[in-house]
């Protein structure tokens, strides 16, 4: 059985930083395309960064370019998000999602629809 367990979040002031956590379980973590996305009151669900093994480099929203990194510890069986210079607009739910099986995301990393399992959320609030 597939499951994200989401660690991390909270709030901040603008300018902060934040590390969220996504253990994973019930399936082979490394050979698997994991994502982070986020949703704000009102609005879609958007991409913020994705990886997959196969990839040369992860994916990142523009918004989130040279603030947010994403890594994964293969040992752990956990993804991480490292947001820097945190922004309002930043405040948002945000869910890990995975696509097992699978090692490329081929341009698709960052689309909801890619991924099969996803976390439960955690709030980020960044307050000016």
């Known amino acids: 059985q597939v499951q994200l367990v989401q660690s991390g979040g909270g709030s901040v002031q603008a300018g902060g930083s934040l590390r969220l956590s996504c253990a994973a379980t019930g399936y082979t973590f490394s050979s698997s395309c994991m994502g982070w996305f986020r949703q704000a009151p009102g609005k879609e669900r958007e991409g913020v960064a994705g990886?997959?093994?196969?990839?040369?480099?992860?994916d990142y929203a523009d918004s989130v370019k040279g603030r947010f990194s994403i890594s994964r510890d293969n040992g752990k069986n956990t993804l991480y998000l490292q947001m820097n210079s945190l922004k309002p607009e930043d405040t948002a739910m945000y869910y890990c999602?995975?696509?097992?099986?699978?090692?490329?995301?081929?341009?698709?990393?960052?689309?909801?629809?890619?991924?099969?399992?996803w976390g439960q959320g955690t709030q980020v609030t960044v307050s000016s």
């Open positions: 990886m997959c093994p196969g990839d040369d480099s992860p």
């Open positions: 999602a995975a696509r097992i099986w699978i090692t490329s995301a081929r341009g698709h990393g960052l689309r909801p629809s890619f991924y099969q399992f």
